[in-house]
């Protein structure tokens, strides 16, 4: 069995699927996964946390296999997939979650991640248990979690001038 806390940390790159990846795992839909899938697609797929902290939490990861926030470059390309994650969680929120009290997305940067795969949290709060708020709280220059329209304006490219 794989480690679920597959942190490769500096080596880890960006590749079509890691052999050694739990998400590249369930994306690939490897034999030995179990994962239900709530949503796939070419580029994304949802499944639930195994470890839930909120009345629903879901997790949105791209099928290719990207280490982390930091690994997003500011391209179309990367805007447009996690604009796409995003709108795939929302969809599921809405569909399953629909009377929660708030929707909350966003990504944990390292080193507060605990698996070297891009991964979006979709949190329909409230938050079970309460205390479990404390983990997807931005800690200012220190990282944390980063709210997905946050690291959204991060990466988006500059309109271009034209003269």
């Given at each position: 069995m794989k480690n679920p806390f597959c942190f490769r940390g500096p080596a880890?790159?960006?590749?079509?699927?890691?052999d050694w990846c739990v998400f590249c795992d369930?994306?690939?839909?490897?034999?030995?996964?179990t994962t239900a899938l709530l949503y796939s697609d070419d580029e994304?797929?949802?499944?639930?946390?195994?470890?839930?902290?909120?009345?629903?939490?879901y997790l949105v990861i791209p099928i290719e296999h990207i280490p982390t926030?930091?690994?997003?470059?500011?391209?179309?390309?990367?805007?447009?997939?996690?604009?796409?994650m995003v709108k795939v969680g929302k969809d599921l929120l809405d569909r399953d979650a629909p009377r929660s009290e708030e929707h909350r997305f966003g990504f944990h940067q390292p080193p507060f991640n605990s698996v070297d795969h891009l991964h979006l949290h979709c949190?329909?709060?409230?938050?079970?248990?309460?205390?479990?708020?404390?983990?997807?709280?931005?800690?200012?220059?220190?990282?944390?979690?980063?709210?997905?329209?946050?690291?959204l304006e991060r990466i988006k490219p500059q309109a271009e001038v034209h003269s």
């Open positions: 880890a790159k960006r590749t079509p699927m890691a369930i994306a690939g839909r490897a034999p030995g996964s994304v797929v949802a499944f639930q946390d195994i470890n839930p902290s909120a009345f629903r939490h926030v930091n690994d997003l470059r500011i391209t179309n390309e990367d805007h447009q997939l996690v604009s796409h949190l329909a709060l409230p938050f079970m248990p309460s205390w479990k708020q404390v983990k997807y709280t931005p800690l200012g220059p220190l990282g944390g979690f980063i709210d997905a329209e946050k690291l």
